[in-house]
């Protein structure tokens, strides 16, 4: 990027309130071009659609949950754990749960009960009798994705309080797909409708893209020198959780 341009590029970020000279020793360290990237997929990021895992146990499983997440531009996942910790594989996610939100949740019951006090409607992947197509799915209302365990799915529990289930249709031999590959399938579906159904209500709102922003420039810089910041009295709130704050 030439200096021009990116001089007008930060402008833009102070404009839109992105960048300030409160975050000007974290910014100040990252090039333009990386400041770009991240601002371009801040732009696509949302919490219309959201996804509920459900007793995940396999590391491979919970990682590929995460990195189609972030693919898909889904910003919030929210975690009840099973047998096994939410341990995901780093080589499967490829560090992308480092830039998504994750919510780790006691139960069933209050993971669905907080969503649903957030305004989600929540929907959950289910083979049996009465499930619809997810490409049924009304997405008139933010709405929630849950999958549920690699063997036994979804909990009962997690299907009496969904507000509905959905399938992925299939013409073969075999009865289901890995969740894995049934998370992503479904995200595809959903976050395209989405997108051109909620319009503007799909993205993040002002608020939640600076906040998200200084967390992405926080965490892009070399662990050495968020140290040295730290030593200075500058942090800012991670997924990892406060580390302080920008004077």
Known sequence: MEEREA????????????????????????????LRRMYEVLN???????????AVDDPHNQAAVLRTAEAFGVQDVHIVTGKAPFSPNRLVTRYADQWLTLHHKPDIKTAIADLKSQGYQVYA?????????VSNI???????????????GVSEEALRLADGTFVIPMYGFVQSFNISVAAALALYDVTERARRQAGRHYYLLPGEKKALYEQWMWQTLNPRIRKQLQQQGYAIQTNEGQLGSFS
């Open 7 to 34: 001089t007008s590029f930060l402008e833009q970020l102070r404009q839109e309130g992105l960048i300030t000279e409160s975050t000007r020793p974290v910014w100040e360290m990252i090039l333009p071009r990386r």
């Open 44 to 54: 696509e990021r949302t919490r219309y659609i959201t996804v509920l895992i459900e």
């Open 125 to 133: 992947s289910y083979l049996g009798e009465g499930t619809i197509p």
């Open 138 to 152: 009304d997405l008139s209302q933010p709405t929630a994705l849950l999958f549920g365990n690699e063997h036994s």
